[in-house]
């Protein structure tokens, strides 16, 4: 069965297991889709976060921490309205926080720390007024972040 085939699905629990590969495009097409637990895999997911993850527009909670996921975060998250808690921290994500981000209205919790991304968080996230917590290493520069962790 092809994933995308399970569109009326609202919860993708998959935490804590031995998958290993790249996330499919087709995760996109779970456009009911509220809850997304990646985490904690034995080898963990490799390659980049899908794009398509942007057509989750009722997500409320994505968690991928503790893979391998490589590359920078896709400025098409910031399509997903319902988003309150986003977690990516341990992967091998670079680059730079993308200010899309700041078009997160109900954003809560973001957790991003144990990647490799460069520079400053933007004044567009900070900027977001649900913002409660905000977790980055300490190389990064974060005027709203409430914690930083050293490596």
Do not use: W
Request: proline residues 4%; contains cysteine; glycine residues 8%.
């Amino acid at each position: 069965m092809e994933i995308a085939n399970l569109g009326v699905l609202e919860l993708l629990d998959v935490r804590e297991n031995a998958l290993s590969g790249t996330l499919p495009e087709t995760l996109g097409g779970l456009v009911n889709l509220k809850i997304l637990n990646l985490h904690r895999q034995g080898v963990g997911f490799t390659g980049f976060i899908p794009t398509s993850l942007g057509s989750l527009v009722n997500l409320i909670e994505c968690r991928m921490h503790e893979n391998k996921l490589t590359g920078g975060i896709p400025t098409e998250i910031a399509n997903m309205a319902q988003l309150t808690f986003l977690n990516i921290v341990n992967n091998v994500l670079t680059g730079q926080v993308p200010s899309a981000l700041g078009n997160l209205p109900v954003l809560e919790r973001f957790y991003l720390s144990q990647n490799q991304f460069t520079g400053t968080i933007p004044s567009e996230l900070c900027a977001v007024a649900s913002l409660a917590e905000m977790v980055v290493d300490c190389t990064v520069s974060c005027a709203c972040c409430t914690e930083c962790i050293r490596l």
